[in-house]
């Protein structure tokens, strides 16, 4: 079948849990990158259930694809957790030239520990308003764990950028329903 047609299903795979592992594994090596990506996304979907994929995704890591890259690097963290190589690959993204891949870079990594906190506020300083945005993001997620990433939101709120200064009010508001919920 052509792509069109494994697309929804190997995004859809994981739903199943880990008896649509072996599908999974089988739609990480298709010859379409949406495919190979949405398999990894199922992957991580998965969680630890998907363990015995680390090392076909470990082998995604070097995809001729960003996106598959990217999704890759997103389901080992979820597997592994933060290991320094899955993590590299991941802040490489945060300095990738298209918005797009950089947001889901910090989607992957935001929440993931601390020791991330030194890389979304080094974000905060380039001159992009889109990867400061997504670094204000990733220190909101951060910041339901770790209560440190606060002190960046709070300075981000003198960013000259409406749409910055936007998502840190969005992210404080999320971090504070969320303390109350708790």
């Not at 506020?121 to 764990?145: D, I, M, N, S």
Request: proline share 6%; with cysteine; aromatic share 2%.
């Amino acid at each position: 079948p052509d792509p069109a047609a494994r697309l929804p299903v190997a995004a859809n795979l994981g739903q199943l849990g880990a008896d649509a592992l072996p599908l999974l594994r089988k739609a990480l090596k298709d010859t379409h990158g949406d495919v190979r990506a949405a398999a990894a996304a199922g992957l991580a979907s998965l969680g630890d259930k998907a363990k015995d994929a680390v090392d076909e995704l470990s082998d995604a890591l070097k995809d001729k694809d960003p996106q598959v890259r990217l999704e890759a690097a997103g389901a080992l963290c979820r597997i592994e957790g933060q290991k320094p190589a899955t993590l590299a690959v991941v802040l490489d993204f945060l300095e990738d030239p298209d918005p797009f891949l950089a947001q889901q870079a910090t989607q992957a990594i935001a929440g993931t520990g601390k020791d991330l906190l030194p890389v979304f506020t080094k974000q905060l300083e380039k001159k992009e308003p889109a990867f400061r945005r997504q670094a204000v993001r990733g220190l909101a997620a951060l910041a339901l764990a770790e209560a440190e990433a606060i002190v960046p939101l709070l300075e981000s709120l003198g960013d000259v950028n409406d749409d910055v200064r936007d998502a840190v009010i969005e992210g404080l508001s999320r971090v504070s329903s969320m303390a109350l919920q708790g």
